[in-house]
């Protein structure tokens, strides 16, 4: 077992890079040294575990790649807060996902300035051209896709949030091109497959 030190940030065990699962009593989760430097600020800036929730979700998040049990238990032990007022927050926010997602989350929004503006035709493109359903990881782990409520930018609709970029005027004639272009931005190099 991983030896266990206390800070000014409760428990510290030493990272680990296994992905979030079930929780396993011989590898405990842990935040990585980086992340350990981050929370520490965090700590410094914000002296109410209310207000440190926020931005110590942020770092769980891009640390493990989406907020499972696992982490919402690391995460409520570190701000000394009840499991169950973190799940509220996190249920809460679609910016936190409670689901493995690809290194591209697509989210398309469905609100009604969008929706008059044919972000419905846009999501089914999408859906079509990846061969996914929402909450769905393509095969290659790059891309996954979901449906969320108003990103405002109402004035460009319809807009799709890719990680944490906007991407205004997303038509669904434009579908292609546009995840041609994210493609070749990953380095993927299967532009036009």
């Given at each position: 077992?991983?030896?266990?030190?206390?800070?000014?940030?409760?428990?510290?065990?030493?990272?680990?890079?296994?992905p979030s699962g079930p929780p396993s009593p011989e590898k405990p989760l842990a935040f990585s040294n980086a992340a350990d430097d981050e929370l520490r600020?965090?700590?410094?800036?914000?002296?109410?575990?209310?207000?440190?929730?926020?931005?110590?979700?942020?770092?769980?998040?891009?640390?493990?790649?989406?907020?499972?049990e696992e982490v919402k238990h690391l995460v409520a032990h570190r701000l000394a807060i009840p499991v169950a007022h973190l799940e509220s927050?996190?249920?809460?926010?679609?910016?936190?996902?409670?689901?493995?997602?690809?290194?591209?989350d697509v989210q398309v929004c469905m609100s009604l300035p969008c929706a008059?503006?044919?972000?419905?035709?846009?999501?089914?493109?999408?859906a079509n051209a990846l061969g996914i359903a929402g909450g769905e990881i393509t095969?290659?782990?790059?891309?996954?896709?979901?449906k969320v409520?108003?990103?405002?930018?109402?004035?460009?609709?319809?807009?799709?949030?890719?990680?944490?970029?906007d991407h205004l005027d997303v038509s669904a004639d434009r579908v292609?091109?546009?995840?041609?272009?994210?493609r070749n931005?990953?380095?993927d190099g299967k532009a036009g497959a």
């Open positions: 077992m991983d030896s266990v030190t206390t800070g000014p940030l409760g428990p510290k065990h030493k990272a680990t890079s296994r600020r965090i700590v410094e800036k914000y002296p109410d575990a209310g207000m440190r929730l926020l931005p110590t979700l942020h770092v769980a998040q891009r640390e493990f790649g989406w907020i499972s927050v996190v249920s809460f926010y679609t910016m936190f996902h409670q689901r493995p997602v690809g290194r591209l008059l503006r044919g972000s419905g035709e846009t999501w089914a493109a999408i095969a290659d782990g790059l891309f996954s896709i979901c409520e108003c990103l405002a930018q109402c004035d460009r609709a319809p807009v799709v949030q890719v990680n944490d970029e292609k091109s546009f995840l041609d272009s994210l931005q990953t380095g």
